[in-house]
């Protein structure tokens, strides 16, 4: 029993000074506390503005991956209405492409042109969707930003642990 009492009186004493040594590091036991104060302000600024400016970022991507899914739903529409109209056009080229009619191979070239537009811009848009809005998305999901408010709050805590 007196050992358990010595194990734990020794274990108090050391908390207690790793306590004092945990305060006096954070400038409460010496003659620097308006410094590490200010500093310690400072250091908190600096976290709120992270966090401000991560979570400003967070809300531009997620508009901009917004605004690229729009983009590329509304070209998706176009492609495909483009494409019945170049269909169209081609087979009005080849039905009448007997008769030698300038317009049947005005139509004919027409319509492979925009064929081949639309190809190029379906390559585009899928482009744009990997390249761009899948990364973007995954930022905005991701750690990097979520690091600067999960900082803040772990900083908050502590500060109010020390001060408590």
Known sequence: MEAIKKQATKLREQVAKQQQAVLRHLGHFSNEDVTVDEADLQCHQKLQDLYSSTKAAKHLQRNIVRGIEGFIATSSKLIEISRKLADDCCKYGVEDQNT???????????????????????????ILGER??????????????????????RYDRFRQEVEA
């Not at 492979?112 to 848009?125: C, F, G, M, P, Y």
């Not at 761009?132 to 690091?147: F, K, M, N, Q, Y």
């Open 100 to 126: 030698g009619s300038s317009l049947a191979k005005a139509a004919l070239h027409f319509g492979n042109s925009h064929k081949s537009i639309e190809d190029e811009r379906e390559t585009l848009l899928g």
């Open 132 to 153: 761009v809005s899948e990364p973007l998305r995954a930022l905005i999901t991701g750690a990097p930003l979520e690091d600067a408010r999960h900082l803040t709050h």
